[in-house]
T-cell receptor
């Protein structure tokens, strides 16, 4: 089993829709988490960090559920420009940053 | 602030040839990572440096891959000899320290094609 797992998708949603992705992790020692966005043929870029209490940045909300060992990303009012691959990352106590395989989102007009 | 710089951007070589990638991290970032990303997959760690020390190279195929980070700044990753299966994007990333909440900053990667 991979340490960080994501549904590869693709998630095909219309503009304006709300979409959510989950990411599960197996290492209970993971201390922090991040969501990255990766456009086609580009490098991953930080979208947001994930805090225990949950955090919001505009249309994006990230949540951490330690009991069930998953993190989530919610995107409200989807835009065409949100089309990308979303990567979740877990950081364990040993400073190891492990990526999931990514979830592909396609927002259609 | 200048970002992580990688070169070359693209490299095409024949199998069995050597190849090297270079990375200059963000100034002041002590921790440097090399990842490999295959098409449709997430980045997979090859090696991590804390300053000039390789602290995690368990995923590095040591029979053909080598890396160095002299003086704890720039880093090079080498493959010799390259195999067809090495075709991938090689990403370098850095972060300022060992704080668990500091995110990675990536360079734009080197896309390697082995023919």
């Amino acid at each position: 089993r991979k340490e960080v797992e994501q549904d590869p998708g693709p998630f095909n949603v219309p503009e304006g829709a709300t979409v959510a992705f989950n990411c599960t992790y197996s290492n209970s020692a993971s201390q922090s988490f991040f969501w990255y966005r990766q456009d086609c043929r580009k490098e991953p870029k930080l979208l947001m960090s994930v805090y225990s209490s949950g955090n919001e940045d505009g249309r994006f909300t990230a949540q951490l559920n330690r009991a069930s060992q998953y993190i989530s990303l919610l995107i409200r009012d989807s835009k065409l420009s949100d089309s990308a691959t979303y990567l979740c990352v877990g950081n364990n106590a040993g400073n190891m940053l492990t990526f999931g395989g990514g979830t592909r989102l396609m927002v259609k007009p | 602030e200048a970002g992580v710089v990688q070169s070359p951007r693209y490299k095409i070589i024949e199998k069995k040839q050597p190849v090297a990638f270079w990375c200059n991290p963000i100034s002041g970032h002590n921790t440097l990572y090399w990842y490999r990303q295959n098409l449709g997959q997430g980045p997979e760690l090859l090696i991590r440096y804390e300053n000039e020390e390789a602290v995690d190279d368990s995923q590095l195929p040591k029979d053909r891959f080598s890396a160095e980070r002299l003086k704890g700044v720039d880093s090079t990753l080498k493959i010799q000899p390259a195999e067809l299966g090495d075709s991938a994007v090689y990403l370098c990333a850095s972060r300022p320290g060992t704080g668990v909440n500091s995110p990675l900053h990536f360079g734009n990667g080197t896309r390697l094609t082995v023919t």
